[in-house]
């Protein structure tokens, strides 16, 4: 299938993964160049070897998106590595199983940075070069418990639910200047 992504540069976090593998094997199969961002750079390079093989491109750069300069940096060497950027997917998430009450606020927090934190930081890192090429497509994955709640994930419910809103919001805000902005919810 020919989605006309052959060239595009597309960024997944949490690439090496789940959802963000098989995001990163569809585009590399379409012929765009993806950039893994992982934390995990040895998984990374797993999936980048993969998309390798099956005729894309991809690299991955060892990244915490919960880092804002980390992010920075991330972005920084996509652009120097091809020249462009055309796709954001904010995939990287992370719930813990847990009744709320019986949830710590270190666990809270670490559910808030990978869902929430990690979307604004690689969002807000990649705004400024999309405006400028008045280009850019930004996909949230998102999850059915943003949209329903759900028993024992409040935290990530809350996290999810709030990353539709985000979306909405600057699929308004940015439109004007030639981007998309979208939420998946899984």
């Not at 963000?20 to 199969?29: M, N, P, Q, S, V």
């Not at 040895?42 to 980048?48: I, L, P, R, S």
């Not at 998309?51 to 915490?64: C, E, F, L």
Request: aromatic share 6%.
């Amino acid at each position: 299938m020919d989605l006309n992504l052959a060239g595009k540069t597309v960024i997944v976090t949490g690439g090496g993964s789940n959802i963000g593998r098989a995001i990163a094997l569809g585009f590399a199969k379409e012929g765009a160049n993806v950039v893994i961002a992982e934390i995990d750079e040895m998984q990374g390079n797993k999936v980048a070897e993969e998309a390798s093989v099956g005729g894309g491109s991809a690299i991955t750069i060892k990244t915490d998106v919960t880092d804002m300069e980390s992010v920075m940096v991330m972005v920084k060497r996509t652009l120097e590595e091809f020249g462009k950027l055309d796709v954001l997917v904010n995939n990287v998430g992370w719930v813990m199983y847990n009744t709320f009450r019986r949830k710590s606020l270190v666990e809270c927090d670490r559910e808030l940075g990978l869902n929430v934190w990690s979307t604004l930081n690689c969002t807000k890192a990649v705004t400024d070069h999309m405006i400028e090429r008045k280009y850019g497509k930004i996909i949230n994955i998102s999850s059915t418990a943003g949209l329903f709640g759900l028993p024992r994930v409040a935290v990530y419910s809350l996290c999810k639910g709030g990353i539709i809103s985000f979306t909405k919001s600057l699929a308004r805000e940015l439109g004007r200047y030639g981007i998309n902005v979208n939420a998946v919810c899984p």
